[in-house]
């Protein structure tokens, strides 16, 4: 895992040209770690726009999501969804090739990061999930087995599609 003060980080990039920004914003991440209010709080909104924008990921997407999971696995108590939807799409969108290839020196962090997110599903499993949550964890484990394009429909999963599939028109 690329450590926060690794100068690295203005090498890589992000949706908006050099990352070194990131380590500020999951610095702010790990102080405030809980559920989202909205989707424009902050540092997620920032997260997710720079890592994972318009489903294209970048460099700093891959060195970011071994932190996000190291930060959710942490915490005591409920976390926000995102700590699992945003690892769960950077992988989707890597896997769809959205993205460059994960760096060499970036590469086992990465994987580690993607493999620990079923222990962090653990250590959360306790919480109480919304529906939300429940996609986002399911995507979650997705793609840490591997599998991708599951991953991607769970994503992608809504409450409209819910009812056509159950045949449910609450």
Known sequence: ML???DARWSDL???YGPASDVPDLLRRLSRSPGPNTSYEDEPWLSLWSSLCHQDDV???SYAALPHI????SAT???VAFDFF???AAIEVSRSTGRGPAVPAFLAEGYHKGLASMMDCVSIHGADDW???MVRSVAAAEAVAKGHPRLAEALINLDD???ARIIGDDR
């Not at 999971?69 to 959710?72: E, K, S, T």
């Open 58 to 60: 970048y460099t700093a």
């Open 85 to 87: 939807l945003l690892p």
């Open 76 to 78: 005591p108590g409920p």
């Open 130 to 132: 919304d529906e939300a």
């Open 160 to 162: 409209d599609w819910i």
């Open 69 to 72: 999971v190291r930060i959710a």
């Open 3 to 5: 450590p926060l003060e």
């Open 13 to 15: 990039t992000h949706a």
